[in-house]
């Protein structure tokens, strides 16, 4: 018989056997090792409190040991007992191996509060307290608890985030294991807005006005957060202001007082302002509100969507009379273009065919021509800006003094305008109310005229052409 075939033979000899015996068979899995260890390797008490540290995975009796008496004793059974501050080891040892345990006695008064924020927004998002010198894990370990007083409205959850349902100056204190602990004084405050929840703006490029908030209220500067349901009609930008020293909300934080807001074009903007979690909303106003092209492009592109009434006339008219006039084509010179346009002042000067329809500048000097006041020659030079901005003749506003006759000097404007690659002197005021050319077109400036000032009209500090799309009435 081969050598296979009795093995198998025997094996099943051996169980018949154990059968015929009524026995059983047994099997054995391989043991596990059980990991030797403390129950903790860490413990914080307070002065006078007890633990109890077991070793794991042995059933054999352990020897205890502190390396601190003054800090924490124990007993032959590990019972743990702290007596005075500090830290210490407490050590098991079983089969000649050794295991650890860190024990911190912690003073309660000793423990200090540090807020995330010198104070809370009500109803905004929470504010840590921050026991100063403890990670999160220590903290919960510490077992930590917290009361508020002096406010209903402050709570403050088991992980020491404190929120507020009203305003108000608070007291917070801290216990370990139910001793107490060290008291501070928070403040929760109103977010209040907007001084004015409106905001009303001249729609002239660069123009910037500061929004405050309401009630001289600061916020920390990291906490405001800004959008702008239109970034092309404003830009906004937060203020900063570091608080001094006697101020009440500290002065170890930047500190925000509301908003820088810049004019773009104009149009409607809401301008949203969070602060730990609370939203209010400033409302941007510019020009009419409704969204346009500036004056001087509405022309140029014939699209005066977002105009209405005498501004939309206005423009229209312009329109047309570049386009009657050939004065946006290049088989006119910059000289011709220009002659066109002093003639038709010199032509409409003082015929007030309107009757005061149309009172302001550029359309007034339009429609109705002069009305005999102190400010037509700034009229005049205004307009004159405007009309070759259209048709893109660089021009410049100028401003300072001229002789109206016996040495009498008074406050002038004129213009200086780029024609054909050279620049010259015009008074169109001075040649519509005399129907002539005698002011036009000079390379020096006259003897009767005393420059102060002269550059672009909206770099001069103006409002461009139209603070507000009425302007052009």
């Given at each position: 018989m081969k050598k296979k075939q009795k093995i198998l033979l025997m094996i099943m000899s051996l169980f018949v056997s154990v059968f015929a015996l009524g026995g059983t068979v047994t099997t054995y899995a391989a043991s596990k090792t059980t990991t030797v260890a403390l129950n903790t390797n860490a413990s914080y008490l307070v002065k006078g409190e007890t633990t109890t540290l077991k070793v794991k995975g042995t059933s054999k009796k352990a020897t205890w040991k502190t390396s601190n008496k003054r800090v924490a004793t124990v007993s032959s059974k590990g019972k743990v007992k702290a007596v005075g501050y500090g830290s210490t080891y407490i050590s098991a040892t079983v089969d000649k191996k050794t295991y650890k345990c860190k024990v911190t006695v912690v003073n309660p008064a000793k423990i200090t509060l540090e807020p995330s924020k010198p104070f809370i927004i009500v109803d905004?998002?929470?504010?840590?307290?921050?026991?100063?010198?403890?990670?999160?894990?220590?903290?919960?370990?510490?077992?930590?608890?917290?009361?508020?007083?002096?406010?209903s409205g402050a709570n403050v959850s088991k992980s020491g985030e404190v929120t507020?349902?009203?305003?108000?100056?608070?007291?917070?204190?801290?216990?370990?294991?139910?001793?107490?602990?060290?008291?501070i004084e928070m403040k929760a405050v109103v977010y209040p807005g907007f001084k004015e929840p409106e905001l009303k703006m001249h729609a002239s490029e660069g123009n910037q006005v500061f929004a405050p908030f309401a009630d001289d209220f600061f916020a920390l500067y990291d906490d405001v957060n800004v959008s702008s349901s239109n970034e092309d009609v404003v830009k906004v930008?937060?203020?900063l202001k570091l608080l001094l020293d006697d101020s009440e909300y500290g002065s170890e934080y930047d500190y925000c007082g509301g908003l820088f807001v810049e004019s773009l074009k104009e149009g409607t903007a809401i301008i949203s302002v969070t602060i730990q979690g609370v939203t209010e909303d400033l409302t941007v106003i510019v020009g009419d509100g409704r969204e346009k092209?500036?004056?001087?492009?509405?022309?140029?592109?014939?699209?005066?969507?977002?105009y209405e009434g005498n501004p939309l006339t206005t423009l229209q008219w312009v329109r047309n009379f570049i386009d009657t006039n050939n004065l946006m084509s290049d088989?006119?010179?910059?000289?011709?273009?220009?002659?066109?346009?002093?003639?038709?002042?010199?032509?409409?000067?003082?015929?007030?065919?309107?009757?005061?329809?149309?009172?302001?500048?550029?359309?007034?000097?339009?429609?109705d021509g002069v009305f005999n006041s102190d400010n037509d020659c700034s009229s005049?030079?205004?307009?004159?800006?405007?009309?070759?901005?259209?048709?893109?003749?660089?021009?410049?506003?100028?401003?300072?003094?001229?002789?109206v006759g016996n040495n009498e000097w008074r406050g002038h404007a004129w213009n200086?305008?780029?024609a054909d690659g050279k620049w010259y002197y015009i008074d169109a005021y001075w040649n519509a109310y005399r129907n002539n050319f005698d002011y036009f077109m000079s390379e020096t400036l006259w003897d009767n005229h005393r420059l102060e000032d002269e550059g672009y009209y909206a770099e001069l500090g103006y409002d461009s052409y139209v603070p507000y799309s009425n302007d052009l009435n």
């Amino acid at each position: 018989m081969k050598k296979k075939q009795k093995i198998l033979l025997m094996i099943m000899s051996l169980f018949v056997s154990v059968f015929a015996l009524g026995g059983t068979v047994t099997t054995y899995a391989a043991s596990k090792t059980t990991t030797v260890a403390l129950n903790t390797n860490a413990s914080y008490l307070v002065k006078g409190e007890t633990t109890t540290l077991k070793v794991k995975g042995t059933s054999k009796k352990a020897t205890w040991k502190t390396s601190n008496k003054r800090v924490a004793t124990v007993s032959s059974k590990g019972k743990v007992k702290a007596v005075g501050y500090g830290s210490t080891y407490i050590s098991a040892t079983v089969d000649k191996k050794t295991y650890k345990c860190k024990v911190t006695v912690v003073n309660p008064a000793k423990i200090t509060l540090e807020p995330s924020k010198p104070f809370i927004i009500v109803d905004g998002d929470s504010v840590s307290l921050n026991p100063k010198g403890y990670s999160a894990a220590t903290i919960k370990k510490l077992g930590i608890t917290y009361k508020t007083s002096k406010n209903s409205g402050a709570n403050v959850s088991k992980s020491g985030e404190v929120t507020a349902t009203k305003a108000g100056k608070f007291d917070v204190t801290a216990y370990v294991h139910g001793k107490k602990g060290k008291t501070i004084e928070m403040k929760a405050v109103v977010y209040p807005g907007f001084k004015e929840p409106e905001l009303k703006m001249h729609a002239s490029e660069g123009n910037q006005v500061f929004a405050p908030f309401a009630d001289d209220f600061f916020a920390l500067y990291d906490d405001v957060n800004v959008s702008s349901s239109n970034e092309d009609v404003v830009k906004v930008e937060k203020n900063l202001k570091l608080l001094l020293d006697d101020s009440e909300y500290g002065s170890e934080y930047d500190y925000c007082g509301g908003l820088f807001v810049e004019s773009l074009k104009e149009g409607t903007a809401i301008i949203s302002v969070t602060i730990q979690g609370v939203t209010e909303d400033l409302t941007v106003i510019v020009g009419d509100g409704r969204e346009k092209l500036a004056p001087v492009d509405a022309v140029k592109n014939n699209d005066f969507t977002g105009y209405e009434g005498n501004p939309l006339t206005t423009l229209q008219w312009v329109r047309n009379f570049i386009d009657t006039n050939n004065l946006m084509s290049d088989t006119l010179s910059d000289r011709e273009k220009i002659t066109i346009i002093q003639n038709y002042f010199n032509q409409t000067f003082n015929q007030n065919p309107n009757g005061g329809t149309y009172t302001k500048t550029i359309s007034r000097i339009l429609f109705d021509g002069v009305f005999n006041s102190d400010n037509d020659c700034s009229s005049y030079a205004e307009t004159m800006c405007f009309l070759l901005e259209c048709i893109d003749i660089e021009v410049y506003f100028s401003e300072g003094s001229a002789d109206v006759g016996n040495n009498e000097w008074r406050g002038h404007a004129w213009n200086k305008v780029k024609a054909d690659g050279k620049w010259y002197y015009i008074d169109a005021y001075w040649n519509a109310y005399r129907n002539n050319f005698d002011y036009f077109m000079s390379e020096t400036l006259w003897d009767n005229h005393r420059l102060e000032d002269e550059g672009y009209y909206a770099e001069l500090g103006y409002d461009s052409y139209v603070p507000y799309s009425n302007d052009l009435n």
